[in-house]
Nanobody
Framework: QVQLVESGGGLVQPGGSLRLSCAAS????????MAWYRQAPGKQRELVAA???????NYADSVKGRFTISRDNAKNTVYLQMNSLKPEDTAVYYC?????????WGQGTQVTVSS
């Protein structure tokens, strides 16, 4: 079992940057994959980025080259660095992981990109 707490969201102008953090309540050393999802109003939740325990990453096409996911196992934290933000990146961003057959989600953090 694990609890995930996101932070770092906010209001930013187009072209700006934000770094989201996801703090886990237990060691993530043995957790294979951690991921960030987002959900915009009226849209389905979508995968943004994921990272394995070995450091392999994958990204949604819409964020490739702009977002970077990383993990600090010593701090039990996963990050999402978001650069060159666009209005279409506006959404609630959720941290996610799966342990055995159970999927765990944080409460989400709002990111709004607007001038």
């Amino acid at each position: 079992q694990v609890q995930l707490v996101e932070s770092g969201g906010g209001l930013v102008q187009p072209g700006g940057s934000l770094r989201l953090s996801c703090a886990a309540s237990r060691s993530i050393d043995s957790i294979y994959a951690m991921a960030w999802y987002r959900q915009a109003p009226g849209k389905q939740r979508e995968l943004v980025a994921a990272i394995t325990s070995g450091g392999s990453t994958n990204y949604a096409d819409s964020v490739k080259g702009r977002f970077t996911i990383s993990r600090d196992n010593a701090k039990n934290t996963v990050y999402l660095q978001m650069n060159s933000l666009k209005p279409e990146d506006t959404a609630v961003y959720y941290c996610n992981t799966r342990i055995s057959i159970t999927s765990y989600w944080g409460q989400g953090t709002q990111v709004t990109v607007s001038s």
